[in-house]
């Protein structure tokens, strides 16, 4: 087949899928269903989950692009809510919540999240957070030190980790979704979910809200400062008597320092705990019941 053959082929499967994309989209907006309360914050109107019946308030915040943190939590807020009242948060541009036109510094993303809880009168909490969170929790917990009483990590990202000097590539990115590409990985990643950890009327919600807010304005625009979040995180880290709980990834195969890196920020604090576990990055999809344990022993011991 000749290259102008081969060209065509192409110009015809991505019309194709450009279209299914399109027709896709405007069924799935009318399938996806509600869950948690809206706030308002900063103009817009941002999604939370409140929870449980616990004195100790716990905070879950998502990693970067969680595409319903609400549902993606689902696990390790059963496990918790028993003893703890859980408030999930969905970050502008994730889940349920608007999308906002403000850039997506650290900054604005602590000042926006703190906002849904002041919204909701919570005051004092145990923040927790899965991934890029903990870059936004340092600069959290040393913006509102009276409010965090502690910071528990879930695969924490931390200040200086290699590979986040990487400009992404936004625009690209951008145009693949345009063209139906993102449904076809988003479809396969799915596809390939065997872990037992969420029903199929779950993992079918969170695909399609996968394929709605996947690479958005609001999410690109965050994925564009991903470098210069981290850049600014450089030299900084936890409040010195902030108590400290991280669960990592025992063995990251890609980041072969991974753990000594929060060994060491679990040193740099005068309480600081690191709870090594087997698996990859998502830990809180296949050891929630682990992880809930672990903070309760963790608070008993406090």
Partial sequence: MGVTAVG??????LATTTVVNMVASEGESHRIEQYGQRVSVDGGEMNVLVTGAGQENVVLLPG???SSPVLDFGPLVKDLSPDHRVIVVEPFGYGLSDGTDKDRTTENIVQEVHGALEAL?????TLMGHSIAGIYGIEYAARYPDEVMAFVG?????????GMDTQFPTGLMSAAKNL???RIMTAAAYANDTSGNYTDHAREQMQMLTNRSSLSPTYLNEMGHIQSNFERALGTGFPKELPLLLFVVAEN???PEWLELHHRQAASVTDGTVVPLPGEHYLHHTHAGEIADGVREWEAGR
Avoid: E, H, M, N
């Fill in 8 to 13: 065509a082929v192409l110009a015809v499967g």
């Fill in 64 to 66: 970067f692009g969680t």
């Fill in 121 to 125: 009168g919570i005051d004092r909490y």
């Fill in 154 to 162: 879930i695969d924490t990202s931390v200040p200086g980790q290699p």
């Fill in 180 to 182: 139906g590409l993102l």
């Fill in 253 to 255: 195969k890609q980041t």
